[in-house]
C-alpha cells in the first residue's frame, strides 16, 4: 500500500510508488495484448472501469510521487539524472577554479570565512530545493557541490596552515556526505561517503602503524576488512526510509573487498602473510576465484542483481589474469586470444544452463 | 511537548548534524593553526630562493595563490658513482632500525630482496641544519668526488655532468631523525639553524652504483622520502612574488632576490613571518 504523503515524500515511499506504477502499467499492456485477452476478455464495462483506474490511479501516483508512468518518462528520468550528475560534477570544478582564480588577491581572514561559508550555503540550498521538490535532482547536485566545498574547505584551510598532510579529513568529509546522503535520499552521495570513511578508516591504520598515512593502499588486506564490513552494515541497521541504499552498501562493500584481493593476487609483498610473494599471489588469485563463485551464488540467492554482476566481473578477471600468467609468455599470442575466445563461450553456456534450470526451479515452486 | 512530526517530514538532527560537521572542522582546522603559531617558536631560518622556490605562474593562470617549494638536500641518497663511499650518510642500518624498521635480515643473504622490499616508508621527524658544518662537509665530499672521478673516468662524455657543482644547491640538508621531535631538539638545540619537520623515511638495500674497491656486500640504507614542501605565502608577503623578475636568478646571484623568513611553531609546521625583497 502507498501511503498519502506530504510535499516532503520519504524515499521509501517514492520507491513503493514507482514500483506500483510499473506494475499497474504493465498490467495495462498485458491485458491489452491478444493472448492475454484470449483467455481472460474483460467485459465492455469492466474495460473501461479498469482503464479509468488506471488512468487515476498512474496519474495520482505522478502527481503525488513524481514517479515515471511510461517508458518514455523512464528513459527521460535517466537522462535528468545523467544530466544532474554531470552538471553537479562542472559545478563542483567550477566552484574550485573560481576560488583558486581569486584567492591570492585576499587576505587569509577573508580566505578562510568564504570557503567555511559556502557549504554552509550549498547546504541551505539543498535544504531548500528538497523542501519543494520530490524528486532530488536539485537537491543531488546542490548537496554534491556542497560536499565537493567541504573538502575545499579544509584543504585551504590545512594550505593556509601549512598543515602537515593527515588522514584526518576524510573523516568529517565522509561523515558529511553520509549525513547529507541520508537526509536526502542520495545514493551517489553515501557511495562516496563510504569510501571516504573506508579511506580513513585505512589511512588511521596504517599511520598508527607508523607508517605514511596516504599509502594507506600498501596494505590491501586493511581494505579487505573494511569492504567485509561495510558489506555486512545492512544487516545490522534496517533502511526503512531508504530501502535502496542496501545494494550501495553492497555494491560499495564487495568493490573494495575483490579490488583488494586482485591487488593482492597481483603483488602479494604488500601482504602479512608470512609466505613467499608468488605463494601469496596464488593463495589469492584461488581465494578471488572461490569468492567470486561465491558472490554470483548469493547474489542469485538473495536476489541482488548489483552482487551477481560484480562476482560475475570479478570471476572473469580472476580467470584470465590467471590464465595470462600461465599462457601469455609460451603461447603463440592467436592461441592464447582464441583459447580465451573459447572459455568466453563456454562461460555463456554455462551461465545459459544455470539460467534454465533457475527457470525450472521457479516452475517447481509455483503452486 | 514534543512537535510530532508531519508524514514523510525528515527530523532535523540529520542537518544540524551537517552543519555541525562544517562548523566543528573548522573550528579544529584553526585551533591547529593557532596553536602552532601562539606556543614557543620552535625554530627560525631565513632561506634564499636556493631552498625555498618560487614557481612563476603568469597572471592568466588558474591559481592566483603564492606557493614556495622547499627544496632539501638528503646526504644518504644523492652521491656521485665514485669508488670512495659517501662519507656523510647516516640514515644507516642502526639508525633505521632506531626509526622502526625491520632491519634483522643480513643484507647479503639471498631472500635480504623480498625481504626489505616489504618495508614501507615510516614516518618520522627529521632535522635540518641550514648552511652549517654537515652543508661545508657536504660541498667538500663532493668537490673530492669530481676529482677522483675526473681521474678514473677516461671517457669525458660519461662524467657525471653535475659532479661538484653545489653552488646552486639547497643548503638545507638533512642532518637526523628521532620518533620524538623532542629527542631530536634536544640532540640539535641551535633553533636558528635546525629545523625539525615530520618526514617520510624509506628504505632500500644498496648495491653500490659506483666501482667500490675491493667490492662490498649489498648494504641497508635509508632516504628521507617526503616532508612538507609546499609554504603557503599569505598577503601582503604574496604581492611581492607577482613581480615577473623575481625569480631571477645568474651566476652573481645564486641566492637570487628574495629572503625569507620562516618560523617553525609547537607543531612543527611552518608560517611566513618575513619577506626581504632585494633589488639588483
New interface residues.
Partial sequence: MI????????EE?RVAAQQAADRIRALRQELASDEVQSVLALTPDQQIRFDEWSRARLAALAQQFDVDTSTSQKRVSWAMRIASTLGALALCAAVV?FF?????????PVQ?AIV?LT??VL?AGA?FTSRRERTRYFTGLLSLVALAS?IL??VV?????????TER?LL?WG??AA??A??YGLRLLLAAGLLLLIGYAAATAT?TM????F?FY??PEHLLLLGVIVFALPFMRRHLRNPDFPPVYRLVGALTFFIAILSLAEWG??SYLPW??ENIERFYEVFGLCLASGAIWLGIVRNWNGIVNTGSAFFLIFLFTRLYHWWWDWMPRYLFFAVIGTLGILLVLAFKHLRGQMSGDEKAVTP | MKRLL?????PRT??I???A??????LF??L??VR?RLGPVDAEVTLTRRELWHLHRPASD??????LRLNWTDPNSFFPPVSTDNPLIWLDRSKLTAL?FDCRMDPSSKDAG?FY??Q????VYAAFEFNGRTWRAWVASNARAAAEQKSEQKDPARVFPYMGNTKDQSRLIAIDAD?NPDTLRARHPDRQSVII??A?VAMSLDYYSGNPNPPRPPRILGRI??I?T???V??PY?DGFRNPHIDEQGPDNPDGTYRVKLRYGA?????VAGVEFISK
Avoid at chain 1, 583558486?100 to 587569509?108: H, I, K, S, V
Avoid at chain 2, 588558474?62 to 606557493?67: A, E, P, Q, R
Avoid at chain 2, 607543531?267 to 608560517?271: D, I, K, L, R, V
Fill in positions: 501511503p498519502s504523503g506530504s510535499n516532503r515524500t520519504s515511499d577554479l583558486n582564480r581569486y584567492w591570492g588577491y585576499l587576505d587569509t578562510l567555511a557549504p554552509l547546504l535544504e567541504f574547505n579544509l584551510a590545512g594550505s593556509v596552515f601549512n598543515v602537515t598532510s579529513a568529517p561523515a558529511f549525513v547529507l541520508y537526509r599511520a607508523g607508517y605514511e598515512w599509502r600498501d596494505r609483498a604488500t613467499t610473494s | 508531519a508524514e514523510g517530514e525528515v540529520s542537518l548534524a551537517a552543519v560537521i562544517i562548523l566543528l572542522a573548522n582546522a584553526i591547529h593553526g602552532n588558474d591559481d592566483s595563490g603564492v606557493t622502526g623480498s622490499q616489504r614501507q616508508p615510516r614516518q620518533l619537520v615530520p617520510v622520502q617526503q612538507q609546499s609554504i603557503h599569505p598577503r604574496s607543531s612543527h609546521e611552518p608560517w
